[in-house]
């Protein structure tokens, strides 16, 4: 049973406050969509009517937002996320697993953050998915921007010159840990290749995919997919052509780029730049991308 008539009336705000969305996710990430969390319940709501919602997909999970956010709104039955990243991979396969779910949260309530002990795990080499998933956690939390990605260095003053400790949050943390173990009956998440999980489901007309690749087009995203993540090359034509040949209903999500519209423009997409804050608090585009996208304006 799909819930909420949260946000569906409202018209939305020019820029989206993220504090007015409830953060569900352990990661601080780079290129996060928590500020998208309105239009995706706005966009859900809009198409429920059409079919049973049972499947929800995200191909490129990262830190998740929107996954967990349908999870626990009940926007979907069912959510499957996928991520080729090993690292962020390790943290979800970690908080669904009932064994190693207690054992995340309590390693995280008890470290004690300094610069030793942060380079110490940092240095370690994991022996099993669960010491990398916190390995994984502390280094999104210590290092400048959240930058999973090699070469990313430790934040020195942190906020208010408070250093690490500005960062972690272990009580928050473990909280949201122990949430998502509660989800793990509806929630299903793969390590492995988003375009493959498209293709997989491209004839499943009750599934629902929201898709925010990692931008690499030439231009001024090829530097920021570079920077943010390991994974940071895609085929982007050949997405375009899986997300043509979807049954179910799909969401985009681009930077606002011209040959990002050549691309929206071949297939026939609507296309819809809506304004947000980048980490460094700039205004800037992003370009929502789907077969109709009239809900955007249309509460
Ligand atoms: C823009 S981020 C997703 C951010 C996410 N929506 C959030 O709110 O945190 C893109 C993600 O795709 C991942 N990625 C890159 N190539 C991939 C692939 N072929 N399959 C699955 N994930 C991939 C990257 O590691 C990165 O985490």
């Not at 939390?141 to 690490?164: C, D, F, T, W, Y």
């Amino acid at each position: 049973m799909i819930q909420g008539t949260l946000f569906q009336d409202a018209p939305l705000p020019k820029v989206i406050n993220v504090a007015s969305v409830p953060q569900r996710s352990p990661f601080r990430y780079p290129g996060g969509k928590t500020w998208l969390v309105p239009y995706v319940r706005r966009w859900l709501l809009s198409t429920q009517h059409l079919h049973p919602r049972t499947l929800f997909i995200e191909p490129f999970a990262g830190g998740g937002i929107i996954s967990l956010t349908v999870v626990a709104e009940r926007l979907a039955e069912h959510v499957v996320m996928v991520e080729l990243d090993a690292d962020v991979a390790a943290v979800w396969q970690t908080a669904l697993d009932k064994e190693t779910n207690e054992w995340l949260a309590c390693r995280i309530t008890s470290f004690e953050v300094s610069y030793d002990n942060v380079r110490a795990v940092l240095a370690e080499t994991p022996r099993d998915t669960h010491e990398r998933a916190f390995q994984t956690i502390v280094k999104n939390r210590m290092v400048h921007g959240g930058i999973l990605a090699p070469g990313s260095g430790l934040i020195k003053q942190g906020e208010n010159g408070r250093g690490l400790h500005s960062r972690w949050y272990p009580e928050t943390l473990a909280r949201r840990i122990r949430a998502i173990a509660a989800y793990r009956d509806r929630m299903t998440f793969i390590h492995g290749d988003g375009l493959e999980l498209l293709a997989a489901y491209q004839k499943e007309i009750s599934a629902t995919f929201f898709i925010d690749p990692p931008y690499t087009v030439e231009g001024k995203g090829k530097k920021a997919g570079k920077r943010l993540y390991a994974h940071h090359t895609l085929d982007h034509p050949y997405l375009f052509l899986l997300a043509a040949q979807l049954h179910g209903d799909f969401l985009m999500t681009y930077d606002d780029a011209s040959p990002v519209h050549t691309l929206a423009q071949q297939h026939g997409f609507a296309t819809h730049a809506i304004p947000m804050k980048n980490t460094h608090h700039a205004k800037q585009d992003e370009l929502l991308i789907s077969r109709d996208l009239a809900w955007v304006s249309q509460p």
